[in-house]
């Protein structure tokens, strides 16, 4: 075993995530969701998200210890996710982090959360290639970015200039009646449908940023499905679900593989949790094999939030002899993703 052994600990939304990592190797992965608890909400509610991360974080931090079979005194360093993210959220994780940090007098490397989604591949495929293209697609983020080096070179190439693609799933899952997070259920949904039944927008498809746009397309569904229920016609779900899920997957994959041609990139690495999605998967493996793009999906339990990936970079950092956060760094809820460690400047 070799590599610094660091606690990864993750607060931005309704995770509370405690990973530990020892160089590239994952000894353990705890997760507590608050996600039943915003259900009814239909989205994450951010002060309740809070609470949740105070209630849960000693003990999640501590099963995470005994799942690795590690004493707490023998960690080297402590990561936490510092933004972005929901701010009250991130605080809770924050001030734990620090609390570990002085009281086992280790350093603290207080990361973005977005390059943390990227690092968590190294702990399932090795050694990140460089430089590689990441596209991070969440209920809270979709992003473009080139990673020169995931512990210090990040850039962004593209965001949504509305909603994030997760957010889309969720808004379309209301409409049509599914629970919260709404991912997994159109997910299922769509394999009974036929991807080409409606030809929903995809947005800035034709434009030449690496932007995204999902508003208009989640209009699109709900005027489509309302025109059905008021003329009295039944609602085709799988078909709804499979033609919406087609064009995220559709516009997500073009402009990641565009986004390598242009930057002369022969690798992708997709995160966050709608990378959990089985269309995006399947069309982003035939796109890049097409393109000649090795392509990197890390299992899907790392791809949605959670404390390993936070202890991945962390353990990088750490063994890169970056310099560690100072114990007053803050938490930023919009921290650029440009900024891998926070408070170093
Ligand atoms: O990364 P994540 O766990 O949390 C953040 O939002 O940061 O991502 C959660 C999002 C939700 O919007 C959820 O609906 C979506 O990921 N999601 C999926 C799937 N599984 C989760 N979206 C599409 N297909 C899925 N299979
Ligand atoms: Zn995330």
Redesign the pocket.
């Known amino acids: 075993m070799t590599g610094p052994l660091v606690l990864g600990i993750e607060t931005?939304?309704d995770e509370t995530g405690a990973g530990l990592v020892r160089g590239h190797e994952l000894l353990a992965d705890s997760v507590a969701s608050s996600v039943a608890e915003h259900a009814r909400f239909g989205g994450v509610v951010p002060e309740v998200a809070s609470r949740a991360h105070l209630e849960a974080m000693v003990a999640t931090v501590d099963r995470a210890l005994a799942t690795a079979g590690v004493k707490l005194a023998e960690v080297d360093g402590i990561a936490v996710t510092a933004g972005p993210?929901l701010a009250g959220a991130l605080l809770v994780g924050v001030c734990a982090a620090k609390a570990y940090a002085l009281a086992l007098d280790k350093p603290l490397y207080a990361v973005n959360?977005?390059a943390a989604?990227i690092a968590v591949d190294q702990l399932e495929h090795g050694p990140l290639p460089r430089p590689a293209a990441a596209l991070?697609v969440?209920?809270?983020?979709s992003s473009l970015l080139l990673v020169r080096d995931v512990a210090g070179e990040v850039l962004p190439v593209g965001a949504t200039i509305d909603d994030a693609a997760g957010e889309a799933y969720d808004k379309v899952a209301r409409l049509l009646g599914m629970p919260f997070p709404g991912g997994p259920p159109v997910d299922a949904a769509a394999r009974g449908g036929d991807g080409s039944a409606i030809a929903f927008p995809r947005g800035k498809y034709r434009d030449d940023t690496f932007d995204f746009s999902f508003s208009g397309l989640k209009t699109a569904v709900a005027r489509w499905v309302e025109t059905r229920r008021a003329v009295g016609l039944p609602v085709p779900v799988a078909g709804v679900a499979a033609s919406f899920q087609e064009a995220v997957a559709d516009v997500l994959t073009r402009k990641a593989v565009n986004a390598c041609r242009a930057h002369g990139v022969m690798n992708l690495i997709i995160?966050?949790?709608v990378a959990a999605n089985s269309r995006l998967r399947a069309l982003a493996t035939e796109r890049c094999e097409a393109a000649g793009i090795a392509l990197r999906v890390p299992r899907p339990g790392l791809c949605?939030?959670n404390g390993a990936m936070v202890a991945a970079l962390g353990a990088e950092l750490m063994a890169r002899g970056v310099t560690p956060s100072p114990l007053d760094v803050a938490a930023d809820s919009a921290l650029p993703v440009t900024e891998v460690v926070a408070g170093l400047s």
């Open positions: 931005s939304c993210g959360h977005l989604h991070l969440s209920g809270g983020h995160g966050g949790g949605t939030d």
